[in-house]
Every structure is written in structure tokens, then in C-alpha cells.
């Protein structure tokens, strides 16, 4: 097992770190002034004139897929590209960008753009990309993904009740979704929606997605959503009622029924680029405690010495690097056998990522005291965001429940020596010839 970062790797994630250091933090003060002026939903300057610049070195749409990607049905031309970075790759770059909230849009690589680019890329047809996948990755315009209800428990996707239903060249859509990310934007200007268009079908075939120009009549915003608060302009989470929406049926994205296929092809990458980020998030946020305790005293000592600090400064760096480690695997088994076999590798991760962000975070929040309730520090908002993500993309009782399955599924009774064996020491060794790994569910 190599741990050394290979040369292209270290390109990539250099050229990311330093223009982040160079471009993107020097920018912090100003875009938090323009993001406080005038009105909450606009495009903020600062971050269309460095996408310009990001854009003009190449460092750009960095998460799109490469050109074997098994899922892309191939084109006669090859422009829907980014620089081809495998997800390990792309892993250390994301990290980087975690470290400001507004970098990933920098590069063209934020929620939910790059899983709906993603989508366009690998299920589209010609004219969907030509549509919508190219102004997107230009950075044009910006989308939304539409499926999580007010009304359903939507940790189960089967439970959706969104009705899409055909009426002769088109679809009616009728429906509300909620937390629909990035609505609030003024340059989205399509969603991807999903709903049934069968509800008689198989329980994973009822569900289909379409493509909705954002100024189809019907489409309405009913509110935004804050998150403790925080609005997330100009990006936000808005409530949406969909009433008699009308689309042509050459909308629908891979067919009919196929939507849930979609979503799970969506999410699994979706699901590991936000804890890739989360990981640059906890490093922040370890920098920024790290920094108050050697700047503050108290009861006659700098704070950092009282013991306490060390040892929750200390877990912190186990931790960060543990997760690291377990989110690079996962990444790297999706590069060499696929989501479908990492998916235990992708679900443990996203349980692991935000809850360790979350735990260092509220440290250093402690560590900053009344400051680090505050938005002075950003790590309110911080703490803010990575709890949604306990929730976003599914939440972690979903995930856990999945890695517990296949556990279970390496140790059924039939397989194996039973409970009674292992305790009365009858069972067989690891030098039994009976005893091989695949037993222990080492070969996936």
C-alpha cells in the first residue's frame, strides 16, 4: 500500500492550494461585504471575477468524470470534459477548497451543479447536453435538484409522491419538494425533478426524472429555508410548488422509470465530494482553535497549556487524518471497482466526515468562547452547515443501517462457525485451510 501522493496528484492539488491562497482567502473580507450589501439573492462579484481567473488556468470543472468513466454514453466528440482527475485526485483538491465556503463555485466544482452536470454527462442525450450541460460547465448558469418532499419521509426515495404523468407530448408535473438547494440563485435556470410516473411499477421503477426550465409556468417558490438561521444567500433552500408544469416528454432524462437508477448513480459521488470538503472544513477549523488558544490566557497561563486543550486538540488530529484516510480509500476503490462495490466504503465515510467536522468545530467554538457562537470566526456557520449534512444526500441512520447490513451479510450463520464455536473455542484458526479471507470479508 503506497501512501506517497503520485506526481499528478500533487500537481493538481498545488495548483488548487496555491491559487486558494493566492486569490480566493484574500477575497474573504470582500466578498463578505458585497454578500452583506443590497439584495440577498444576486450574483456576488467578487466570485465571477475569479471563476474567470480559474477558469482561464484550467482549473476548472475538475469533478467531471473521465472519459472512461463506464456510465458515459460516449459521444463523437469530447468536449462535455473537465481535466479527467480520477476521484482519489479530485479527493485532495476538494479538501482545499472546503477550507472557504465560496471556493468550490471558484472552480465550477459546488452542489448541486456537479451532481447535475454529472447526471447531463452520463444519461443525457446530445440535445440535453448542448442545452444545459455546456452553459453549466461555462459556469452560465446555475441549477437545482428537486426531490426531497415536505410531506414524505424522503430518507426513503420510494416514498416520493411528486406525480409526473404524460398527457400526449408532454408531462404534467404536479407536486412540492423542499430543500431544494440553489434556487435562490438568479442564474439557476433548470432543475432536475424527480417524481413517478408509475405508481402501479416495482417499488424502484416508479420514479422518473425530468428536466424543468426554471421559468416553466407553474414553477413557484414558496420561501426559502434557513438553516439555523443562515440563509445561505445567494445559494439557499427553497420550498417549491410544481402545479400542472409542463414539459415536453423529450425532458425525461434515461427514460421512464429510471430515476431512481439516476439518483443512485447521482448521489454516490455526490455523497463523497461533500465529505472530500468536510475534511478541508475541519482542518480550518483545527487552524483556527489552535491559533486562539496560543493567543489567549487564562488563570495565569496561555490556554493551549491547560490539559483539556491538549487533549482535544490532539483528538482532533486523529481524527482528521483517520477520516482522510477512510474517505481517500473510498474514493480510491470508486476509481479501480466501481461505486457499486465501494458502497460500504462511500457509506461509512459519509457518517464519519461531518460528525468528526461537527465535534472539532463545536471545540473550537469552545475554544473561541462567546466569539465562536458569533459570525465573527465562521465557525457558527460552519457547525451549521456540516449538521445539515448529517441529513443531506441521506441521513446517517440510512447509511448506518446499509454498513450494518452487508456486515451481517459477512458473517450469516450458514457461512461460518457459529457464536457457540467462537466461545467455546472450537472455531478455526486463521492457519485453517477452512478459514480463508473471503470468510472475513476482506475480498469485496
Not at 500500500?1 to 482567502?25: C, K, L, S
Not at 470534459?81 to 466544482?109: D, H, K, Q, W
Not at 445561505?232 to 423529450?250: F, I, N
Not at 465515510?349 to 471545540?363: E, G, H, S
Amino acid at each position: 500500500m503506497d501512501f506517497e501522493p503520485t506526481e499528478r496528484q500533487q500537481y493538481w492539488v498545488g495548483r488548487v492550494r496555491d491559487f486558494i491562497e493566492a486569490n480566493v482567502r484574500p477575497a474573504v473580507a470582500t466578498y463578505k461585504a458585497q454578500d452583506a450589501e443590497g439584495d440577498r439573492w444576486k450574483v456576488i462579484q467578487v466570485v465571477e471575477d475569479l471563476k474567470a481567473k480559474a477558469k482561464g488556468e484550467g482549473i476548472w470543472n475538475l469533478f467531471m468524470p473521465p472519459r472512461n468513466d463506464s456510465h458515459h454514453h460516449v459521444d463523437e466528440t469530447f468536449e462535455f470534459e473537465g481535466p479527467g482527475l480520477t476521484n482519489l485526485e479530485y479527493a485532495l483538491c476538494a479538501e482545499e477548497m472546503g477550507r472557504i465556503g465560496f471556493a468550490s463555485e471558484v472552480f465550477n466544482c459546488s452542489a448541486p451543479d456537479t451532481g447535475n452536470m454529472e447526471v447531463f454527462f452520463r444519461y443525457g442525450t446530445r440535445e440535453q447536453k448542448d442545452r444545459w450541460l455546456t452553459p453549466l460547465m461555462n459556469g452560465e448558469i446555475r441549477s437545482a435538484f428537486l426531490m426531497t418532499e415536505p410531506y414524505t419521509a424522503s430518507s426513503d426515495a420510494t416514498n416520493i409522491e411528486t406525480r409526473i404523468e404524460r398527457d400526449g407530448d408532454e408531462y404534467v408535473i404536479n407536486g412540492r419538494k423542499w430543500w431544494s438547494s440553489g434556487l435562490g440563485d438568479p442564474r439557476c435556470k433548470v432543475a432536475i425533478v424527480m417524481g413517478k410516473t408509475n405508481f402501479e411499477a416495482k417499488r424502484h421503477a416508479q420514479q422518473s426524472q425530468v428536466i424543468v426550465p426554471m421559468d416553466t409556468p407553474g414553477v413557484n417558490i414558496l420561501r426559502h429555508l434557513p438553516v439555523f438561521g443562515y440563509d445561505d444567500a445567494p445559494h439557499g433552500h427553497m420550498e417549491v410548488e410544481l402545479t400542472d408544469v409542463r414539459v415536453p416528454v423529450e425532458n425525461v432524462l434515461l427514460g421512464e422509470g429510471r430515476g431512481f437508477e439516476i439518483a443512485q448513480g447521482r448521489l454516490g459521488p455526490g455523497r463523497i465530494h461533500h465529505c472530500m470538503r468536510t475534511i478541508g472544513v475541519a482542518e480550518e477549523a483545527l487552524h483556527k482553535m489552535c491559533k486562539r488558544l496560543q493567543e489567549r490566557e487564562a488563570f495565569g497561563k496561555p490556554i493551549y497549556k491547560h490539559s483539556v486543550w491538549e487533549e482535544r486538540v490532539a483528538r482532533a488530529r486523529i481524527d482528521i487524518d483517520m477520516t482522510r484516510l477512510l474517505c481517500l480509500k473510498a474514493a480510491d476503490m470508486m476509481d479501480k471497482v466501481g461505486n457499486k462495490t465501494a458502497k460500504q466504503e462511500i457509506a461509512m465515510i459519509k457518517v464519519q466526515a461531518p460528525n468528526m467536522a461537527l465535534r472539532i468545530i463545536d471545540d473550537a467554538i469552545q475554544a473561541h468562547g462567546g466569539g465562536g457562537v458569533s459570525d465573527d470566526y465562521g465557525l457558527a456557520n460552519a457547525y451549521a452547515h456540516q449538521r445539515t449534512l448529517r441529513l443531506a444526500d441521506g441521513p446517517d441512520e440510512v447509511h448506518a443501517r446499509s454498513i450494518a447490513r452487508m456486515e451481517f451479510a459477512k458473517h450469516m450463520p450458514q457461512a461460518g462457525p457459529t457464536a457457540n464455536a467462537l466461545r467455546d473455542g472450537n472455531a478455526p484458526t486463521m492457519g485453517d485451510d477452512s478459514f480463508s479471507s473471503g470468510d472475513m470479508g476482506v475480498a469485496r
